[in-house]
T-cell receptor, first 114, second 109 residues
Framework: IAGITQAPTSQILAAGRRMTLRCTQD?????MYWYRQDLGLGLRLIHY???????GKGEVPDGYSVSRANTDDFPLTLASAVPSQTSVYFC?????????????FGPGTRLTVL | GQNIDQPTEMTATEGAIVQINCTYQ??????LFWYQQHAGEAPTFLSY??LDGLEEKGRFSSFLSRSKGYSYLLLKELQMKDSASYLC??????????WGAGTKLIIKP
């Protein structure tokens, strides 16, 4: 059982390029989340999805888009990367959608935009 | 605005006890989480408090006072593997998690 996986592990990207970060969970969780983690700051929610077919904006959604075509996959796309998007990106999932459930995190993607 | 405050860094000795504090000011409150994050790894769940009081889980305990906007995580019998960052997060009135920046705990032998 893998739990929640992310790809790639790390990536260096030229500014202006398009990039999709992949996230897959095999726990049949309803809710999925994308966070970014920057030094000295708490995790910040980018986008979330409470169920397949629905998505919502988090605290810092600008420059990012997501889709949730099925229960397992929740890709995050940077349409035109900028250096301020250099960060560690974590995907997470939880069984419930009310927010009071434990979140399970993927191993993260370290993204550098030059 | 919403704010979660935790000390940036703490140092403790192996075998000792350490208390990591978290104070919060949020729009509403629907519970408080503690997560552990080892360097270069993903956060993992430690505890969830929604009612006032102390919850004990092995060597780790978490306390909540809603009236004071305060929580602490107590780690007993510290082991070297407890060296990690400890993240406090509050579920606000919109059921969104607001995260603190984390407390880096350094354990010395």
């Amino acid at each position: 059982i893998a739990g929640i996986t992310q790809a790639p592990t790390s990536q260096i990207l030229a500014a202006g390029r398009r990039m999709t970060l992949r996230c897959t969970q095999d726990m049949r969780h309803n809710a999925m989340y994308w966070y970014r983690q920057d030094l000295g700051l708490g995790l910040r929610l980018i986008h979330y999805s409470n169920t397949a077919g629905t998505t919502g904006k988090g605290e810092v959604p600008d420059g990012y888009s997501v889709s949730r075509a099925n229960t397992d996959d929740f890709p995050l796309t940077l349409a035109s990367a900028v250096p301020s998007q250099t960060s560690v990106y974590f995907c997470a999932s939880s069984e419930g959608t009310s927010g009071d459930n434990e979140q399970f995190f993927g191993p993260g993607t370290r993204l550098t935009v030059l | 605005g919403q704010n979660i405050d935790q000390p940036t860094e703490m140092t403790a000795t192996e075998g000792a006890i350490v208390q990591i504090n978290c104070t919060y000011q949020t729009s509403g409150f629907n519970g408080l989480f503690w997560y552990q994050q080892h360097a270069g790894e993903a956060p993992t769940f430690l505890s969830y408090n929604v009612l006032d009081g102390l919850e004990e889980k092995g060597r780790f305990s978490s306390f909540l006072s809603r009236s004071k906007g305060y929580s602490y995580l107590l780690l007993k019998e510290l082991q070297m593997k407890d060296s990690a960052s400890y993240l406090c997060a509050v579920l606000d009135s919109n059921y969104q998690l607001i995260w603190g920046a984390g407390t880096k705990l350094i354990i010395k032998p």
